[in-house]
């Protein structure tokens, strides 16, 4: 005769039993427990993948999508010389946007920003960057060195090899002899900090004046304490043409030492075209000026002249 199970005993789940497991708080506290168990093994086989050199991301890489038109083959290599230096981070690092980003931005001094970091699995990432241009170059020593619109210096060639940059990269010259510009750092020579701010109010200009600067084919930035014995104000900065014409620009109105009289630049540009009408390219004159209310100029081996403003109109008697 088959023994009866009596209530309580053995090791089934008797009704009590499925109703204590059955109760929101059991169902809870289960779900918690498979939470936690995929979620400890989810952080294993993360730390695992992360180790794993198949999805390393190393920064040299993101180059080859995010190269302009405008750096030239030589800065690119240098560049990516830089970024080689940094260390690989895991495409699955928590961080890895944050890292990527500062990573960058300590590795060259050509990379202004980080605009985004986007995960490209399993071992890429899509980068949009900002890189810092040259505007000016300054010589010292053996050494060229180029430096952007913040005095930032970019990049150091030898004088003696062919710049790696044209226009709209003018060489500064008259500046007082210095101390060498250091890579990745500002350079704090108010001379070569004036000039900077020419050059891009220049830029400026240019590009809404149909290239009316461009026409007087300015080779350098001259910056000059002293003219014809006059002495000129900290800032003053000249533009030297291909024909050897001294341009006298003045201050940029960034300036900190723009003043009140000075003119703005729209009316510097609008005195150059009246100079140009009567002396086209500037053929025939030594120097003119620009930034004053009536534009200056003086023919090769004569006087300091000026324009006129322009003639009222004859009057036409009426008849009475």
């Known amino acids: 005769m088959a023994k009866r199970r009596t209530k309580g005993a053995g090791t089934g789940w008797n009704s009590e039993t499925r109703r204590r497991f059955a109760t929101p708080a059991a169902k809870l506290a289960a779900s918690v427990v498979v939470l936690l168990s995929v979620g400890l093994i989810a952080a294993h086989l993360a730390g695992i ?31 990516r010389a830089d970024l ?41 990432a899509r980068v949009e ?16 060195f180029l430096l952007d619109r ?91 043409t291909a024909n050897g014409v001294l341009v006298e620009w003045g201050r940029a109105q960034e300036s900190a030492q723009f003043g009140k009289n000075d003119l703005l630049p729209s009316e510097k540009v609008e005195h150059l075209e009246r100079i140009l009408e009567v002396f086209p390219g500037l053929v025939g004159l030594e120097e003119a000026r620009l930034n004053f209310d009536l534009p200056h100029y003086r023919r090769v081996g004569g006087p300091l002249s000026f324009l006129k403003g322009p003639e009222p109109p004859l009057e036409t008697p009426s008849d009475s």
């Open 129 to 144: 960057l900002e890189l810092r241009r040259p505007v000016i170059s300054i010589d010292r020593g053996p050494y060229r």
């Open 49 to 79: 993948a992360r180790l794993d050199r198949r999805f390393l991301v190393f920064p040299a890489s993101i180059l080859d999508e995010n190269r302009p038109s405008w750096l030239p083959e030589e800065v690119l290599g240098a560049l």
């Open 150 to 240: 913040e005095a930032i210096c970019l990049h150091r060639e030898d004088r003696a090899s062919p710049g790696l940059f044209r226009r709209p990269v003018l060489p500064v010259v008259g500046a007082r002899p210095g101390t060498e510009p250091r890579l990745g750092q500002r350079f704090e020579d108010p001379e070569v900090v004036a000039a900077i701010q020419v050059a891009e109010e220049l830029k400026s200009l240019d590009e809404r004046q149909s290239g009316t600067l461009w026409r007087i084919r300015p080779v350098a930035l001259e910056v000059r304490r002293s003219i014809q014995g006059a002495v000129a104000a900290p800032g003053e900065v000249h533009l030297r």
């Open 84 to 124: 080689q230096r940094i260390e690989p981070i895991s495409i699955f690092a928590k961080d890895f946007g944050s890292r990527m980003s500062r990573s960058l931005l300590s590795a060259s001094p050509w990379i202004d920003s980080v605009l985004a970091v986007e995960r490209v699995f399993p071992n890429r």
